[in-house]
């Protein structure tokens, strides 16, 4: 089995390395092939220079497009590479790298996908405030209600996809520009009847670098939520 291990990046230079050697110190100990690619969207910075340092496949946009457009490069170029397993972690060191065995186990056990979720039993949030945890809960009871997904986290950065979901799923087909694709994901998901687990996981708020989350990509995320629901309605996603 093959694990390749995506990391969404846009000016990121504070983070990146250390995210990326986390990860090579975690996956060198698996029993199988792996390896980090990471896709630049069009940073200003330097952090396709610090991601191929570290060691990482790096792929870079000419400009920024989003997080929406990232995501696709992201599988495309795992699937092109031979992943039979992908994890997606975000490039800012809020989540562990050392817990992706963690979501492996759970992959190797016949779920299609499995998201770090921090609103699940045993998981911890540390240094986030409560204004922060509050919009999050909102947001996650607004994208369950409206989209039907039995997943108590919609937003984790965190998730381990096998080969089978993400070909299944055609990212390629995906609309969501934005942050909103992480939902869109798991719709899809939800759709097509695949298994999706969550697993208690630690998050630290951010100690470097500026979050990309602001009020104008929240309302997105909202309207692509609502967009995605009513295109399901129509019969135009199935």
């Not at 191929?52 to 790096?58: F, L, P």
């Not at 499995?114 to 809960?137: D, F, H, N, P, Q």
């Amino acid at each position: 089995m093959k694990i390749v291990v995506s990391i969404p990046a846009y000016n990121e230079e504070k983070t990146l390395a250390s995210v990326i050697k986390r990860i090579n110190a975690v996956t060198k100990k698996l029993k199988h092939k792996s390896e980090v690619i990471v896709v630049d969207d069009g940073s200003t910075d330097k952090t396709a220079e610090i991601a191929k340092k570290a060691g990482a496949v790096v792929y870079s946009h000419p400009r920024n497009y989003g997080l929406g457009e990232t995501f696709k490069t992201e599988i495309d170029k795992a699937l092109e590479r031979k992943a039979d397993v992908i994890v997606h972690i975000d490039a800012d060191g809020q989540y562990m790298p050392e817990e992706i065995p963690l979501l492996l186990e759970k992959i190797e056990k016949g779920a299609d996908i499995v998201l770090g979720s921090r609103r699940v039993k045993g998981s911890k949030e540390i240094g986030r405030g409560m204004i922060r945890r509050i919009i999050t809960l909102g947001a996650n009871l607004y994208i369950r209600l409206m989209l039907g997904i039995k997943v108590r986290d919609c937003n984790s950065g965190f998730r381990a996809f096998s080969r089978k979901a993400m070909e299944k799923i055609n990212p390629k087909t995906l609309e969501s520009k934005g942050p909103a694709i992480v939902q869109e994901v798991l719709f899809r998901a939800h759709l097509k009847g695949l298994k999706i687990k969550e697993i208690p996981i630690t998050f630290i708020n951010r100690k470097k670098g500026k979050s990309k989350l602001g009020i104008r990509q929240l309302a997105m995320g909202y309207w692509m939520v609502s967009r995605l629901k009513m295109l399901h309605l129509m019969g135009r996603l199935r």
